[in-house]
Antibody, heavy 121, light 107 residues
Framework: EVQLLESGGGLVQPGGSLRLSCAAS????????MSWVRQAPGKGLEWVSG????????YYADSAEGRFTISRDNSKNTLYLRMNSLRAEDTAVYYC??????????????WGQGTLVTVSS | SFELTQPPSVSVSPGQTASITCSGD??????VSWFQQKPGQSPVLVIF???KRPSGIPERFSGSNSGNTATLTISGTQAMDEADYYC??????????FGGGTKLTVL
């Protein structure tokens, strides 16, 4: 059974940093694209960043470019998102999502339960 | 940048057919996925590659994509289908894009 378990969310002040983690199990982690998707309170889904499985390529939304860094440790089956210079508009539930195949244009066939990040003073 | 446009809300009577549209420039040239999200839950993939259903998704969910519009169709809509629905596609300039979401009400 595929499982994705996010952690690391919490309350952080504007300008602060946070690192999210997503522990994966139930599939060959290194063979699939993994992404972070966020959802601000009462709003829609917004893709944040993606990381290919085997090719090592990373992709970012304009809103994340230069402030967020996605990484993965295939030996630990874990995906990360380092978020710096956080702003109030980064407040959201952050979901970890598994790609259906190992290409950035993949649909997302499994999602974690999400971790809430709140940026506020 | 590439954008996907959905109607904010759609209403349907139980047992009837619901259609939710998703519009974007030359969308028919791209693969579209659809996600269902119920309150307090994570999104669930219901359609991928325009018209394919993942295992476990009921046959009443179907999809199509042509021209500038993709459509999610729910036949024989049930109360349990009431949810927010999001379309998603990939564009070479914008990467992964989601539509704004459509709230489906079954009344």
């Amino acid at each position: 059974e595929v499982q994705l378990l996010e952690s690391g969310g919490g309350l952080v002040q504007p300008g602060g940093s946070l690192r999210l983690s997503c522990a994966a199990s139930g599939f060959n982690f290194s063979s699939y694209v993994m992404s972070w998707v966020r959802q601000a309170p009462g709003k829609g889904l917004e893709w944040v960043s993606g990381f290919s499985g085997s090719g090592g390529r990373t992709y970012y939304a304009d809103s994340a470019e230069g402030r967020f860094t996605i990484s993965r440790d295939n030996s630990k089956n874990t995906l990360y998102l380092r978020m710096n210079s956080l702003r109030a508009e980064d407040t959201a539930v952050y979901y970890c999502a598994k790609g259906y195949y190992d290409n950035i244009d993949t649909p997302f066939d499994y999602w974690g339960q999400g971790t809430l990040v709140t940026v506020s003073s | 940048s590439f954008e996907l446009t959905q109607p904010p809300s759609v209403s349907v009577s139980p047992g009837q057919t619901a259609s939710i549209t998703c519009s974007g420039d030359k969308l028919g040239n791209k693969y579209v996925s659809w996600f269902q999200q119920k309150p307090g839950q994570s999104p669930v993939l219901v359609i991928f590659q325009d018209s394919k259903r993942p295992s476990g998704i009921p046959e009443r969910f179907s999809g199509s994509n042509s021209g500038n519009t993709a459509t999610l169709t729910i036949s024989g809509t049930q109360a349990m289908d009431e949810a927010d629905y999001y379309c998603q596609a990939w564009d070479s300039s914008t990467a992964v894009v989601f539509g704004g979401g459509t709230k489906l009400t079954v009344l």
